[in-house]
């Protein structure tokens, strides 16, 4: 399977645990997004990559979420410190540069917060 | 800031054609896409407009009025495997801004 993967596909933690999420986009992909979801509303804007650079966050996204892509491969996005609002499906998305309105996305992670 | 407005819910019959519309507000424009999500599956690139007219794909057209701040995308010769949700989105700089989504049910 040559798409884009995420790991884990579900999560249930307890409110005040930190999670973490991996993304292994399309190999020739350099760009790389994270968009959170929920039920009923489209795909938010979390933050994106340029190869290993992090080149915008949403000013939405609180300091307990992090994401890196320390090689330009895979990414990882961390939460810290999960609260219930936090529930939601986490989704990854990779596209060329200069193509960046096909975006090609992954299963998603579902994560849940008790 | 960025704001997208779609109809939140359309149904149509089996080989209909149905039109969504999507009306924006963005303080920079690159173009707008249009995505499809099956219930319980990932979004799936549809089309593409970054200039005013109409692109063709298949059944799917989609539609851009820059003046207007406003596209659409139009299905033709509906399918059942059509029922999805649709959903419009603006590319103000490098990233995404979607739409709240459009829930297209096909009836028999």
């Known amino acids: 399977d040559t798409g884009v993967s995420q790991d884990p596909r579900h999560k249930i933690t307890k409110r005040g645990q930190n999670v973490t999420f991996r993304c292994d986009p399309i190999?020739?992909?350099?760009?790389l997004y994270w968009y959170r979801q929920t039920l009923g509303q489209g795909p938010e804007f979390l933050t994106y990559?340029?190869?290993?650079?992090?080149?915008?966050k949403s000013r939405l996204l609180s300091d307990r979420f992090s994401a890196e892509r320390p090689k330009g491969s895979f990414s990882t996005l961390e939460i810290q410190r999960t609260e219930q609002g936090d529930s939601a499906m986490y989704l990854c998305?990779?596209?060329?540069?200069?193509?960046?309105?096909?975006?090609?996305f992954g299963p998603g992670t579902r994560l849940t917060v008790l | 800031g960025q704001s997208l407005e779609q109809p939140s819910e359309v149904t149509a019959v089996e080989g209909a054609i149905v039109q969504i519309n999507c009306t924006y507000q963005?303080?920079?424009?690159?173009?707008l896409s249009w995505y499809q999500q099956h219930d319980g599956g990932a979004p799936t690139f549809l089309s593409y407009?970054?200039?005013?007219g109409l692109e063709e794909t298949g059944r799917f057209s989609s539609f851009l009025s820059r003046s207007d701040s406003y596209g659409y995308l139009l299905l033709q010769e509906l399918q059942m495997k059509d029922s999805a949700s649709y959903f419009c989105?603006?590319?103000?700089?490098?990233?995404?801004?979607f739409g709240a989504g459009t829930r297209l049910t096909v009836k028999p």
């Open positions: 998305a990779s596209s060329l540069t200069g193509d960046d309105n096909e975006q090609f």
């Open positions: 190999s020739e992909h350099n760009r």
């Open positions: 990559f340029q190869n290993e650079a992090q080149l915008e």
């Open positions: 963005t303080s920079g424009f690159y173009g």
């Open positions: 407009n970054g200039l005013d």
């Open positions: 989105a603006v590319s103000p700089l490098e990233d995404m801004r």
